[in-house]
């Protein structure tokens, strides 16, 4: 078919969109840790929520184990961006294996102000996901029985803190920013007394990248987020843009892609989870391409130059 003869469709790409500095450093790490030890590296848990990025580095010599039961002896192990609960690392150094931890310095922030208040005998009301990896990890940080899991609204009007005078909150990073909102007004509410440090922990990726999704959704009927059904920001865009008005799906890859959706459709937003790189976003939009007249405009809401450093060690491979 001739590319006149084709249905116009408007593109609305968000920005920012897909990896964050924290994907971005865990990625390099397996990476640098395969050219410094040679093949293979095993990675505890998937590196970051993304079938296409673990593929990759899988086929670079990289092994996804879910324990360290299932790490030999003698190689070195890399522990994923969600972060792990402290045992991990413990048991590591027991039995002798040389490890990296890719933890984003974002989530192990939250894990060092979890210690403080601990060691400042304060329980810790924890907004999260429950067994979402990064919620394991944080709550790994402290000995049992001194964080309390809090996911929803009803959740917050009903939790019961052992001392309600001597409480701290904290958060999951990657959560719905108005949906936290809510959650922590009922907990300030019902325990004005809580220390509160700022605002939230969710970090600066998600809710730039909610933001985008939010001014996209207003604009476009159709909102397609690039990410995996385990990756928690990703379904999180898909919340934000339906809030915004759209019909929003979350598709993993092009062939996910069922173009019944496009039906009295003329403007199609797009954007991607921070653990889907931009080669997904590129081969959705050409495979729109070979279906629909597409211009593309980008918009923009934010722009963001954060980077981490890599672990010492690391940077000189
Ligand atoms: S989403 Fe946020 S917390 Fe998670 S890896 Fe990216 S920057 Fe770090």
């Known amino acids: 078919m001739a ?3 084709k249905r116009p469709l408007e593109l609305l790409i968000a920005a920012p969109r897909g990896f964050c500095a924290g994907v971005d450093r865990a990625i390099r790490i397996v990476e640098l840790a395969i050219e410094k030890y040679g093949a293979p590296v095993y990675v505890r848990h998937e590196i970051v929520h993304n079938k296409f990025v673990v593929e990759n580095l899988r086929a670079k ?21 969600h972060g792990v609960p402290k045992a991990v690392p413990h048991k590591a150094e027991q039995r002798g294996l040389s490890y990296l931890d890719a933890t984003c310095p974002l989530v192990s922030k939250v894990h060092r102000q979890a210690e403080r208040h601990v060691a400042a005998g304060r329980h810790i009301l924890f907004v999260g996901h429950a067994g979402h990896p990064e919620v394991v990890g944080t709550f790994g940080q402290v000995p049992e029985g001194a ?12 939790v019961v803190a052992p001392d309600p005078d001597n409480l701290a909150f904290l958060t999951q990073t990657t959560l719905s920013v108005d949906d936290t909102a809510a959650v922590l007004g009922i907990l300030k509410r019902r325990f004005p007394t809580m220390v509160a440090p700022g605002a939230d922990d969710i970090c600066y990726a998600t809710s730039n990248r909610q933001g985008a999704v939010k001014a996209i959704s207003e604009q476009a009927e ?26 929003a799906v979350l598709i993993q890859r092009a062939d996910d892609i069922d173009f019944g959706w496009f039906d009295g459709v003329t403007h199609v937003g797009i954007s991607a989870g ?28 934010v722009e963001e130059n954060v980077t981490f450093k890599l672990p010492r060690g690391l940077e000189a491979a």
Do not use: Q, W
């Not at 010599?61 to 299932?70: I, P, S």
């Open 3 to 5: 590319n006149t003869e």
């Open 61 to 81: 010599g990289a092994v996804f184990v879910e324990t360290l039961d299932h790490v030999p002896d003698g190689v070195p192990v890399v522990f994923s961006a």
């Open 147 to 158: 964080m309390t899991l809090v996911e929803t609204e009803a959740d917050a009007e009903s």
């Open 222 to 247: 159709l909102v397609l987020v690039i990410g995996a059904p385990n990756s928690s920001n990703s379904l999180r865009l898909v919340e934000v843009a339906k809030r915004g008005g759209a019909r």
């Open 274 to 301: 921070a653990s889907a790189p931009e080669i997904l976003v590129r081969e959705v939009v050409e495979r729109l391409g070979t279906h629909f007249a597409i211009t593309e405009r980008e918009v923009a809401t």
